[in-house]
């Protein structure tokens, strides 16, 4: 299955080398991955530091154990803070 991974901030550095023009933007890529495959999964196969981090699937808030579909967009953030 195909879907759109974006990775914001300090992450973008994760993500994976685009090829066949698969590439969005500076931070997000199309990336395909078995059926099945769960946020946590995606995570760890990028090799994300273990730290805070928010994620969303299709601009929802989801936990790592949700089970990506066909065309969805994950997005990972790191932790923010401002004011």
């Given at each position: 299955?195909?879907?759109?991974?974006?990775?914001?901030?300090?992450?973008?550095?994760?993500?994976?080398?685009?090829?066949?023009?698969?590439r969005l933007s500076a931070h997000a890529q199309l990336i395909d991955l078995p059926d099945g495959?769960?946020?946590?999964?995606?995570?760890?196969?990028?090799?994300?530091?273990?730290?805070?981090?928010?994620?969303?699937?299709?601009?929802?808030?989801?936990?790592?154990?949700?089970?990506?579909?066909?065309?969805?967009?994950?997005?990972?953030?790191?932790?923010?803070?401002?004011?």
């Amino acid at each position: 299955m195909r879907i759109q991974l974006a990775l914001f901030a300090s992450l973008s550095q994760y993500l994976p080398e685009a090829d066949n023009g698969n590439r969005l933007s500076a931070h997000a890529q199309l990336i395909d991955l078995p059926d099945g495959s769960t946020v946590g999964q995606v995570i760890a196969a990028l090799g994300l530091p273990d730290e805070p981090r928010i994620v969303f699937v299709n601009n929802r808030h989801a936990p790592e154990s949700h089970v990506l579909q066909e065309g969805e967009r994950l997005a990972v953030f790191p932790p923010v803070a401002g004011g």
